[in-house]
């Protein structure tokens, strides 16, 4: 089992930026992407930003040019930086992190979830 414990959310205003962290722990060995999905209600859960063990990042259209994610090996802690802030980026905001056996994902562990608002 994994454990993905966030922080950093909050509340913002439009145009500012907020980090959040998300710490992994458990049986993490065979952990190869890690990274950030969202949710608002009654939509489905929407890819941010993943980021594999090798460096490789997929970024959500939504957020390109203003959301860059940062991972820690040492610390197992995936970095999530929000610029540029927008009313739409309010959500749930989950860790995820993907047990992998070559391109297929086995198994995906969740987060909490921290909540983001962003004030107009």
């Known amino acids: 089992q994994v454990q993905l414990v966030e922080s950093g959310g909050g509340l913002v205003q439009a145009g500012g930026s907020l980090r959040l962290s998300c710490a992994a722990s458990?049986?993490?060995?065979?952990?190869?992407?890690m990274g950030w999905y969202r949710q608002t209600p009654g939509k489905p859960r929407e890819l941010v930003v993943t980021i594999t063990s090798g460096g490789i990042t997929n970024v959500g259209a939504a957020v390109k040019g203003r959301f860059t994610i940062s991972r820690d090996h040492a610390s197992n802690t995936v970095y999530l930086q929000m610029n540029n802030l927008k009313p739409e980026d309010t959500a749930v905001y989950y860790c995820?992190?993907?047990?992998?056996?070559?391109?297929?994902?086995?198994?995906?562990?969740w987060g909490q979830g921290t909540q983001v608002t962003v004030s107009s």
């Open positions: 458990g049986s993490n060995g065979s952990i190869n992407a």
């Open positions: 995820a992190a993907d047990r992998t056996r070559g391109p297929v994902v086995i198994t995906r562990y």
